[in-house]
C-alpha cells in the first residue's frame, strides 16, 4: 500500500527528483542530516492522498537550530518543538492552535489529531513517512528546489 501511494503521488516542483549522492551511499550520512533544515510537503494523511484544489501547500520544516517545528497546514500555521531520539525516534510538542478553521476542516482536524503521535520517522529518497509504532501516519516529500527558511 505505502508503495502505491509513494507511485502514485504528483512530484512538486516539476519533474526535479533527487537521488542519495555517492558520498550519501558510501558513507551512510544520517537521516537527521536529511530530516532537518528542508521543508517537507503533506502528500498523504492517514493513508488518504491530499484533496485536489487546495489553496497553498501544506508544510513543515525541522529547523536543527533551535529545535522548532514551522510550518503551514490546511487553514493555520504550525509551530512547536521537537527532539530526534536514538534509532529514528521523534518526540515533539506541538503549540495549540490559535484560531478556528473558518472552512471545512476535517482535513485540519485529521492532521491535528494524528501528528502528536507520530514518534519515528523514516527517510526514503526524498520522502519523509511520520508513524506511530510502525503504523504509517503522513507522507511528506521534500523538493529539492523549493524555498527554506535554512541557510544550507
Not at 49 to 76: A, M, N, T
Not at 101 to 108: F, I, L, R, Y
Not at 118 to 127: T, V
Amino acid at each position: 500500500m505505502l508503495a502505491v501511494i509513494l507511485l502514485t503521488m504528483a512530484p512538486l516542483c516539476g519533474e526535479a527528483q533527487s537521488r542519495p549522492g555517492f558520498f550519501q551511499r558510501l558513507f551512510g550520512i544520517s537521516d537527521k542530516a536529511t530530516l532537518e533544515n528542508h521543508r517537507w510537503y503533506l502528500r498523504s494523511l492517514d493513508g488518504n492522498p491530499l484533496p485536489s484544489g487546495l489553496d497553498h501547500e501544506v508544510y513543515i520544516d525541522f529547523s536543527s537550530q533551535d529545535g522548532k517545528i514551522r510550518g503551514k497546514s490546511f487553514c493555520q500555521d504550525i509551530s512547536g518543538t521537537y527532539a530526534l531520539q536514538w534509532n529514528q525516534g521523534l518526540r515533539w510538542d506541538w503549540d495549540p492552535p490559535l484560531y478556528i478553521c473558518p472552512q471545512d476542516s476535517s482535513w485540519e482536524n485529521q492532521l491535528r489529531r494524528l501528528l502528536p503521535y507520530a514518534n519515528q520517522y523514516e527517510i526514503n529518497e526524498d520522502f519523509l513517512i511520520l508513524k506511530n509504532n510502525n503504523l504509517v501516519l503522513s507522507i511528506w516529500k521534500r523538493c529539492p528546489h523549493a524555498p527554506s527558511p535554512y541557510n544550507l
